[in-house]
């Protein structure tokens, strides 16, 4: 079973930075790829990044390329987010979300995700 909780969220002026993490406290049985996600207020919820098991491939969305990068610690069963130059409509809540049949690949699809964790609040004020 998946358990994830996701930190690191808070408050940070623009062009600040923060670090998520994302650990998942489960059995890990077998691999899977992570994702992070986020839902603003009034949005839909949008894709940010993937990695997959290895760490050997990941995806970012156009709006955090060069600002955002995706990184895991297997032996921690954790997956972080590091987030620099942050903008105001950066302001979401992140969420991670593991792919129980995705390994080696990394998708941007949300509904091929099946665990998600309950999300973590980032504020980027102007």
Not at 40 to 47: D, L, T, V, Y
Not at 69 to 92: F, G, W
Not at 93 to 102: I, K
């Amino acid at each position: 079973q998946v358990r994830l909780a996701e930190s690191g969220g808070g408050l940070v002026q623009a062009g600040g930075s923060l670090r998520l993490s994302c650990v998942d406290s489960g059995r890990v049985v077998r691999p899977y790829t992570t994702g992070w996600f986020r839902r603003a207020p009034g949005k839909e919820r949008e894709f940010v990044a993937a990695i997959n098991w290895s760490g050997t491939d990941t995806d970012y969305a156009d709006s955090v390329k060069g600002r955002f990068a995706i990184s895991r610690d297997n032996a921690k069963n954790t997956v972080y987010l590091q987030m620099n130059s942050l903008k105001p409509e950066d302001t979401a809540v992140y969420y991670c979300a593991a792919a129980m049949w995705l390994v080696g690949t990394v998708v941007a699809d949300p509904t091929k995700y099946d665990y998600w964790g309950q999300g973590t609040q980032v504020t980027v004020s102007s």
